[in-house]
């Protein structure tokens, strides 16, 4: 089965660009997803087609994805930032999976 | 605007069904995309269930597949989710949403771009 792994835990200073990665054997053949989760709240997503924004979501927000890994970077983090996030893709094998989820803290 | 809201019961008892209902509003179901289930357990990641695409072809999660079904009524605009034999690791918030992606079967790109408010789902006795 396809699994996708995250890191548990970045974190980053207000200001500075934070990078959240996701693995997966051959992710980069694949089209990647990131999503937002705050406490208590549904998730949000803030990237698809590994590099899209939808509509509303800020510039601050980028991804890419070439090789094995995806990355969601948000550039100039602020503290409203402080989230999980998950990353998505499809396999053929599992069709839609999620990594595990990175808490992203903001000192 | 696009909304989805789930319903059921929050109280399941174990080696019992579980059944859930989205509803689509501002949308219709009929008229493309794919249709998901999506779990995450109290302090735990997100785990996809499984999906069904306007016209009634369903995916599923391999480990969950002899459990789950996946259905739709158009006329009520609405899908549904029932999940058998269920056990307290079946204890979760339930999501529904919508997988929107560009042209037929695109699902190697569609993302979960329209979530539910998600609904939480007991099992014990």
């Known amino acids: 089965s396809y699994e996708l792994t995250q890191p548990p835990s970045v974190s980053v200073s207000p200001g500075q660009a934070a990078s959240i990665t996701c693995s997966g054997d051959k992710l980069g053949d694949k089209y990647a997803s990131w999503y937002q989760q705050k406490p208590g709240q549904s998730p949000v997503l803030v990237i698809y087609?590994?590099?899209k924004r939808p509509s509303g979501i800020p510039e601050r927000f980028s991804g890419s994805n070439s090789g094995n890994t995806a990355t969601l970077t948000i550039s100039g983090t602020q503290a409203m930032d402080e989230a999980d996030y998950y990353c998505q893709a499809w396999d053929s094998s599992t069709n839609w999976v999620f990594g595990g989820g990175t808490k992203l803290t903001v000192l | 605007q696009v909304q989805l809201q789930e319903s059921g019961p929050g109280l399941v008892k174990p080696s019992e069904t579980l059944s859930l209902t989205c509803t689509v509003s501002g949308y219709a179901i009929s008229s493309g995309y794919y249709w998901g289930w999506i779990r995450q357990p109290p302090g735990k990641g997100l785990e996809w269930i499984g999906s069904i695409y306007h016209s009634g072809s369903t995916y599923y999660k391999p480990s969950l597949k002899s459990r789950v079904t996946i259905s739709v009524d158009t006329s009520k605009n609405q899908f549904s989710l029932r999940l058998t034999s269920v056990t307290a690791a079946d204890t979760a918030v339930y999501y529904c949403?919508?997988?929107?992606?560009?042209?037929?079967?695109?699902?190697?790109?569609?993302?979960?771009?329209?979530w539910g408010q998600g609904t939480m789902v007991t099992v014990s006795s």
């Open positions: 949403a919508r997988q929107s992606c560009s042209g037929d079967f695109c699902y190697s790109s569609a993302a979960f771009d329209i």
């Open positions: 087609q590994d590099t």
